[in-house]
């Protein structure tokens, strides 16, 4: 099924479809038996993903050149519009990732990631992942995300099949968050 799928970074006529994707998995707009398949929080608005597409921040995958799947993955700057990132970035220094010296310049916030459910367990994940690493090595040596622990599909997904690691916690608005780093010079071989 992954054989026909096209990875690229995004472009401004990609928007609509990136916007589809996200409805679908939205927490918002998901029963609870549907969130238990995964889900994402942020919603994106067009010119939020305008921005991040001028910034090279947005990956998607298509299978027949319809969007089945997105990685957001930029710099702190562009996530300080959102109240979590502001909390979460002065924890940079005093988190312990390998022998990195984490700061808001050396790391990005990779995520939200969503697949499409008709596409989740065919092994999409980990080369999805390697063409957003390798677009991005150059910049940025140490990839840092969160993710809500009653996320379990995705705790799954990135700590078992790409294999970052955990590297703290918080909690914000009421929710508890793993921070995972991933050192962006290993390749995600899955």
């Not at 799947?69 to 710099?75: G, K, T």
């Given at each position: 099924m992954i054989e026909?799928?096209?990875?690229?970074?995004?472009k401004n006529t990609d928007i609509e479809g990136v916007l589809t994707l996200q409805d679908l998995y939205l927490v918002s707009n998901m029963t609870e038996e549907e969130k238990a398949?995964?889900?994402?929080?942020?919603?994106?608005?067009?010119?939020?993903l305008q921005e991040v597409i001028n910034q090279?921040?947005?990956?998607?995958?298509?299978?027949?050149n319809k969007i089945i799947?997105?990685?957001?993955?930029?710099?702190w700057d562009y996530f300080s519009q959102w109240a979590i990132f502001n909390h979460m970035t002065p924890m940079l220094p005093e988190l312990s990732f390998k022998d990195f010296k984490l700061t808001d310049t050396n790391t990005f916030q990779y995520g939200p990631i969503c697949?499409?459910?008709?596409?989740?367990?065919?092994?999409?994940?980990n080369p999805f992942f390697e063409f957003m690493r390798v677009h991005l090595l150059k910049r940025f040596p140490v990839s840092i995300t969160f993710i809500n622990k009653t996320n379990i599909p995705s705790?799954?997904?990135?700590?078992e099949k790409l294999k970052w690691s955990v590297i703290g916690d918080f909690q914000f608005n009421n929710n508890n968050y793993f921070i995972?780093?991933?050192?962006?010079?290993?390749?995600?071989?899955?």
């Open positions: 026909n799928i096209q990875f690229e970074v995004a398949s995964g889900f994402v929080t942020t919603p994106f608005s067009v010119e939020q090279e921040g947005l990956f998607i995958a298509k299978d027949d799947a997105y990685i957001f993955a930029a710099n697949i499409d459910k008709k596409y989740r367990e065919k092994g999409l994940i705790q799954k997904a990135h700590i995972l780093g991933y050192d962006m010079s290993q390749p995600a071989i899955g």
